[in-house]
């Protein structure tokens, strides 16, 4: 049965995840190109590091969107989490300067050590701030994202509560400060700081409130018919479920069909149809997609359209 639901006016994100090496940035290609196609103004997005969406596509693309030339409607970027993490220290510089200034004894020096240190994971959050901001501008239709591996995508949806939990240290710290000022001068006015601390907390809550409303947020997982593969899917899975981000739909991506003559083949489908049943059998709330093991490599436009038609329905 294909993927299905894609077209659905309400459904803004639409992100791929599951093992390396399983497929994601091949299947988010050819959602990209189904949703162009189907008149939907488009911005593929990667989050992966490591990314290969230009090789995918055959087109070169970058930190900026850039429409893919040839398809209407489709726009591609390949999203640096480090730059997006600099811009945002650049634009709130002064804001942080000021709560480490007035919430901790901190000199100068120290506060520039503390800011020059990198905060694990932070970059990533600031990746998907940038994606939850392009959602609220509302220039495209659908946002399909090709996610890193699955340890960086479960990290990625444990950052917003760690975030969370910063913001609300900063905030006690900043409401001490704030007791002094109203104890020495009898009133306080809320500065730049103040605002900056509401600003990121709407951030926190506007990543937490899209990733959990599954009217506006697909998770499509990718796996293969291989035991490593079933079990990190497995484990994927679960931690969505703990985040309370929803899965219905799954692909099995490389499976080899079942209607083959050489011997070698038919062996490797025999092995797969094990891993297929237990695949069926636990995920058995999920719409599972098997898409075929092809003897081509699946890379440029014409290629990933044609498995988009295929993996993809109204």
């Known amino acids: 049965m294909p993927i299905t639901g894609l077209l659905e006016p309400s459904l803004k994100l639409i992100l791929f995840g599951g093992k390396g090496g399983v497929g994601k940035t091949t299947c988010a290609s050819g959602a990209g190109l189904y949703l162009a196609k189907n008149k939907k103004n488009t911005l593929l997005i990667s989050t992966d590091p490591a990314h290969s969406l230009s090789d995918s596509m055959g087109i070169e693309t970058g930190n900026e969107i850039k429409k893919i030339k040839g398809v209407e409607g489709l726009s591609a ?13 650049m634009q709130y510089d002064d804001e942080l300067r000021r709560l480490f200034d007035t919430s901790t004894y901190l000199d100068k020096e ?9 905060i694990p994971g932070i970059d990533e959050v600031m990746g998907f701030k940038k994606i939850i901001d392009m959602i609220e501008e509302g220039t495209f239709d659908k946002y399909v994202v090709d996610t890193a591996p699955t340890g960086h995508a479960l990290r990625l949806l444990a950052m917003p509560e760690l975030l969370d939990n910063w913001i609300k240290v900063m905030a006690k710290m900043r409401w001490k400060y ?84 050489c011997p070698f083949c038919q062996a490797r489908r025999k092995g797969q149809d094990k891993y297929i049943q237990e695949i069926t059998d636990r995920f058995s709330d999920l719409n599972i997609t098997i898409v075929p093991l092809l003897s081509h490599e699946v890379k440029g436009i014409d290629a990933l359209k044609s498995l988009g038609a295929e993996i993809f329905s109204n």
């Open 178 to 261: 704030r007791y002094m000022v109203t104890s020495f001068a009898g009133k306080y006015k809320p500065d730049s700081a103040d605002d900056f601390l509401m600003s990121m907390k709407k951030t926190v809550k506007k990543i937490e409130g899209l990733l959990k409303d599954e009217n506006r947020c697909e998770f499509i997982v990718v796996t293969i018919p291989e035991d490593m593969a079933i079990k990190e899917t497995e484990r994927m899975v679960k931690s969505l479920n703990q985040y309370n981000v929803k899965v219905r739909q799954m692909i099995i991506n490389n499976v080899v069909p079942e209607q083959v003559h």
């Open 77 to 89: 970027m390949e999203l640096s989490a480090e730059k997006e993490l600099a811009d945002f220290k």
């Open 110 to 118: 120290d506060i520039d050590s503390i800011l020059e240190l990198p």
